[in-house]
């Protein structure tokens, strides 16, 4: 979905080292579902160096923001309610 919306091309993404992102911690022949995807479309995984919050601390405010403004406001039935109250 990104890569539609983004009048450019998305080169690079990163994120912490959650198992959601990598599975470089906990196994070193298997990639997870992100990394995958990422790898289909061409764009670069970078990871935040291990215990380092304060690399993202733009996300994670963000995230903070998000669930004020938005999740504790809003209940869902699904996700397909969760993406439609999204847009």
């Known amino acids: 979905m990104l890569q539609k919306i983004f009048p ?3 080169q690079t993404i990163q994120t912490d080292n959650g198992t959601e992102f990598t599975y470089k911690y906990i196994s070193d022949t298997e990639l997870c579902p ?4 990422l790898k289909n479309a061409g764009v670069q995984h970078k990871l ?5 919050p304060w690399h993202n601390g733009k996300v994670e405010r963000s995230h903070r923001n998000d669930r004020r403004y ?3 406001w809003e209940k869902f039935a699904s996700v397909e309610d969760l993406n439609r109250k999204l847009k």
Request: charged share 20%.
């Open 48 to 52: 935040i160096p291990p215990r380092t």
């Open 8 to 10: 450019f091309k998305i």
């Open 70 to 72: 938005f999740y504790n």
């Open 34 to 37: 992100f990394d995958i995807a």
